[in-house]
């Protein structure tokens, strides 16, 4: 039998699960997802992008800048705790979430 339970660890949710269920650490593997590499990003932004009807150099573009800002949102992150002492997440959902924005925007 194999059970997959997805959950994001911003916050305080996935603490106090874990608390409540120790043999979520006990008894499972856990597999922690780390940052997208430049290429897949690029490669999501052009999958989404494919039904928008712009040129073919514009479209180039605008997957560069798609995965232009999400990498220097992420690179940003620890200045921002360290200066403003607020923790932000970036991760692929919000990537996505940048890209449908993009979308309905046109």
């Known amino acids: 039998l194999h059970i997959v339970l997805c959950m994001s660890p911003i916050g305080a949710a996935l603490r106090t699960r874990l608390r409540?269920?120790?043999?979520?650490v006990n008894c499972c593997t856990?597999?922690?997802?780390?940052?997208?590499p430049a290429q897949a990003l690029q490669s999501v932004a052009k999958y989404f992008l494919d039904d928008v009807q712009m040129e073919d150099s514009m479209r180039s573009?605008?997957?560069?800048?798609?995965?232009?800002?999400?990498?220097?949102?992420?690179?940003?992150?620890?200045r921002?705790?360290?200066?403003?002492?607020?923790?932000?997440?970036?991760?692929?959902?919000?990537?996505?979430?940048?890209?449908?924005?993009?979308?309905?925007?046109?």
């Open 20 to 24: 409540k269920f120790p043999a979520l």
């Open 30 to 36: 856990i597999d922690w997802f780390s940052a997208w």
């Open 61 to 78: 573009a605008v997957v560069d800048v798609c995965e232009f800002m999400h990498r220097s949102v992420q690179d940003m992150c620890p």
């Open 80 to 106: 921002f705790d360290r200066e403003m002492r607020m923790s932000v997440y970036v991760t692929p959902t919000s990537y996505l979430e940048l890209i449908t924005t993009f979308k309905t925007l046109i």
